[in-house]
Structures are given as structure tokens and as C-alpha cells.
């Protein structure tokens, strides 16, 4: 989205209706760091695989996350197409990085890696 292009106010505030939960809000800021599998936010959150599958349907749904499979496992990641990227990015810019997490992850051995 460039600078100067208009928001609809519509659909402005279905994206924050969205980033108003803060286990969604906590996604993004994760996904703006690093692409992530279901399997790891079911970890991270300590929730059932069926209520982060719902979380990421809602925001895959907006355009604002997109999908990647590689083998047998899809990662979730920010979508740099969508319209509200950069003002998403601002939203979630001063928020402190959750990298900690996916460290905790990775020294439990939990993190999906498919290099």
C-alpha cells in the first residue's frame, strides 16, 4: 500500500477487530518475524490445533496472512500484498519482539524447519 492511498473504514476496522484478540495480535507480530507452522503456535499458545487453525482462517481470510506449503507442512507468514501491510506494521512496530519464543521453541525441539 503506498502512503497516500486510502483505507476503507470498512474493512479498516475488521482488521482491527481482528488484532483486537491478543492471541491473534501475538501471531502477527510472531509472523512478522518469522513464518510459522500450525504445529508451533499450537506450542507457543499451549491451545488446541482446531482454535489456532480458527485464528489463522480469520486472518488468512482478510488477506492479511498467506500460506506456504513445502512437504507436508504449511507456514503461515504476514502477506506483503495485502492492502493493510504497512499500516498493520505500524500497528504492531512498537510492540517488543517475541523471538524469545521461537528460541524456547527451538531449544525444546519443537521448531518445524524445513531447509
Not at 489456532?52 to 507456514?75: M, P, T, Y
Not at 517488543?96 to 519443537?110: C, D, H, R, V, Y
Amino acid at each position: 500500500m503506498q502512503m497516500n492511498e486510502k483505507l476503507d473504514i470498512e474493512m479498516t476496522a475488521n482488521v482491527l477487530k481482528l488484532l483486537g484478540d491478543k492471541t491473534r495480535l501475538t501471531m502477527i507480530k510472531i509472523m512478522s518475524e518469522h513464518e510459522c507452522c500450525v504445529c508451533e503456535f499450537v506450542d507457543l499458545f499451549d491451545m488446541s490445533q482446531p482454535a489456532i487453525s480458527q485464528h489463522l482462517r480469520k486472518l488468512k481470510d482478510s488477506g492479511i496472512v498467506k500460506e506456504a506449503r513445502r512437504g507436508q507442512w504449511i507456514f503461515y507468514s504476514l502477506n506483503p500484498t495485502s492492502s493493510y501491510f504497512s499500516y498493520i506494521q505500524t500497528v504492531i512496530k512498537d510492540l517488543p519482539s517475541l523471538n524469545f519464543k521461537l528460541e524456547e521453541l527451538t531449544a525444546q525441539g519443537k521448531r518445524i524447519c524445513c531447509d
